[in-house]
């Protein structure tokens, strides 16, 4: 019996596991190429795959929509959806790690442990010779202790670029001390 994505769908919300999982090997394919194609605009070496973003988006999103599925097209556009949601959520915890990593980074700075204190201090001079900005940003910042403003003020430079000088000089400091930490 074959029966059409629209009805598996509304059995599917029913509860009926059976037609969810029959959904899903019916849909699979299809649901894979616009995951492939989604993945396809995304930044090139993305850590989702297209089996992983289908899974996702089938599992956690589409098996909690309670909206009444009109057509196999509007199922289709949901899951178009469900899938850009997965990967805005990907992203999410990506720049979250990436905040962590910083914040990691300030604290080994501010904490200055004896034995990273020879690894800090050359990754520092490094840092002076690739951009001097960063590197002034970020001694001031979290070996100083000065506030954002304050270092605004000290280096003649907008607020807002010091703090683009202090993150990249944390995102910099963190890939060469990543193995040491």
């Known amino acids: 019996m074959d029966l059409s994505v629209t ?14 999982d029959l ?6 394919d299809k649901m894979r190429g616009i995951a492939r194609a989604m993945l396809g605009r995304e930044r090139a070496g993305h850590s989702l795959e297209a089996t992983a973003l289908v899974a996702e988006a089938f599992l956690q999103k589409l098996r909690k929509l309670r909206i009444r599925v009109e057509s196999r097209d509007h199922f289709y556009s949901l899951t178009a959806m469900a899938m850009k949601q997965v990967l805005m959520d990907h992203a999410r915890r990506k720049a ?56 605004a003020g000290r280096m003649g430079r907008a607020e807002w670029r010091v703090r683009l000088d202090c993150q990249f000089g944390l995102k910099w400091l963190g890939a060469q001390l990543a193995e040491l930490s």
């Open 7 to 20: 009805v598996l769908v509304r059995q599917a919300q029913a509860g009926d596991l059976m037609a969810e």
């Open 96 to 151: 979250a790690q990436k905040r962590q990593s910083a914040g990691e980074m300030a604290m080994l700075l501010v904490q200055r442990r004896p034995e990273m204190e020879l690894a800090i201090s050359r990754a520092l001079k490094q840092l002076d010779q690739l951009d001097h900005f960063a590197h002034e940003a970020v001694c001031l910042r979290y070996i100083n202790g000065f506030g954002m403003r304050e270092i």
């Open 23 to 28: 959904l899903y090997q019916k849909v699979y």
